[in-house]
């Protein structure tokens, strides 16, 4: 079971959590998450789940015009995502919990 | 791989999805690539292209849409919107091509001048006049534009059952409709609602080729050679009134010298 797979389920948590902290971009995010230890997640993938949250009503975006380049879109977590956040963050310590419990030698 | 290729190619990948989804997505990847560090190989960090779509897909949960409505809100809605005027346009010009093609405004109007000595016809409609060669024959309609258009009254074709020589004339428009200054023919405008007299004038002559023998013939349309925009054509116009042409002696063709009394 490599990483990558692992985290596919708790993507959105993660993306969540980046974006809770603070307004941020996607470019952000990925570095974010890279230097916590979470990488191998694929651009793509992350990308992917922006849209998901974005579409379910837990993000909302606006675009930021760049002098340097393409204009940035930069996420904020709404209401809804933040509750989400606290449910997925209680669920998340009970099966961090229980499989601590299970994979003790 | 360019940035603009790597781009063009998930864009490809992702064509099934509405356009303005597909447009953000390429737009936020766009906004990614030219984050990315200048020597970065993008096939590397990212992935084949197509990788790439389908892992967004996946992550996103956008399944791949087929059938005709994706199809078209897969297409921006501004070309939709030119392709469907465009179409529009060529849809009017076609009509407006056929329409002028069978636009044909003439009827006749009811107005006969019948030839001396010409009784009404026993049993039907219009009259009947007895073919005497050489004896003058004059004969006249009336034409009317019924449509809402002009056209132009090119002339009046000979039809090969011409059983006499005469000139044409046409009046020259007034306001009483019946009132016959003729002139000669010549091509005039036919205006909305307006009525003209054709008259021949001229002499019984023996140009149908009918053998010797009894029989007649009888009259019932006038074909006139009309113009309209830009096209001419000739029409048959049926008169309400035929007139009808009997040949008690015949009236042999040319070149076969009838006996002289």
Redesign the interface.
């Known amino acids: 079971v490599d990483q990558a797979q692992l985290l596919k389920g708790v993507l959105e948590l993660a993306v969540l959590a980046v974006i809770a902290r603070g307004e941020t971009y996607g470019y952000e995010i990925l570095s974010t998450l890279e230097l916590a230890g979470l990488d191998g997640v694929g651009d793509a993938s992350v990308y992917g789940t922006l849209r998901r949250l974005e579409q379910a009503g837990h993000l909302t975006s606006r675009l930021e015009p760049s002098e340097s380049g393409p204009a940035r879109k930069y996420y904020v977590v709404t209401p809804v995502g933040r509750e989400e956040l606290r449910v997925g963050l209680e669920a998340w310590s009970r099966i961090g919990g229980a499989l601590g419990e299970l994979l003790k030698p | 791989v360019t940035a603009e290729d790597y781009v063009r190619r998930v864009s490809l990948e992702l064509g099934d999805l509405p356009w303005r989804q597909r447009r953000?997505?390429v737009?936020?990847?766009?906004?990614?690539l030219?984050?990315?560090p200048e020597e970065t190989n993008f096939h590397e960090?990212?992935?084949a292209p197509e990788?790439?779509?389908?892992?967004?897909?996946?992550?996103?949960?956008?399944e791949r849409r087929r059938g005709l409505v994706a199809f078209l809100r897969a297409r921006r809605p501004r070309n939709l919107i030119l392709l469907v005027v465009t179409l529009a346009a060529i849809g009017l010009a076609i009509g407006a091509v056929a329409w002028i093609d069978s636009y044909q405004p003439i009827v006749f109007a009811g107005g006969t001048q019948l030839p001396p000595d010409s009784k009404p016809s026993a049993g039907q409609a219009g009259a009947t006049v007895v073919f005497r060669r050489g004896r003058p024959f004059e004969y006249g309609i009336t034409i009317h534009n019924d449509g809402r258009f002009t056209a132009r009254v090119l002339g009046v074709p000979r039809s090969a059952t011409d059983f006499f020589k005469a000139r044409l004339y046409v009046n020259t428009p007034s306001p009483a409709e019946n009132e016959l200054p003729l002139e000669r023919f010549r091509p005039f405008d036919l205006h909305p609602g307006e009525t003209r007299w054709l008259v021949w004038k001229g002499v019984y002559a023996c140009t149908t080729g009918m053998g010797g023998g009894g029989g007649g013939i009888t009259t019932e349309a006038i074909a006139v050679r009309l113009g309209f925009l830009w096209r001419s054509t000739t029409v048959l116009i049926p008169l309400s009134d035929p007139l009808t042409i009997t040949f008690p002696k015949g009236c042999p063709s040319k070149g076969v010298a009838p006996p002289t009394p």
Request: zero cysteines; hydrophobic letters at 50%.
């Open positions: 953000d997505l737009a936020e990847l766009e906004a990614h030219a984050e990315l960090r990212l992935g990788r790439y779509a389908a892992d967004m897909r996946s992550a996103a949960g956008l």
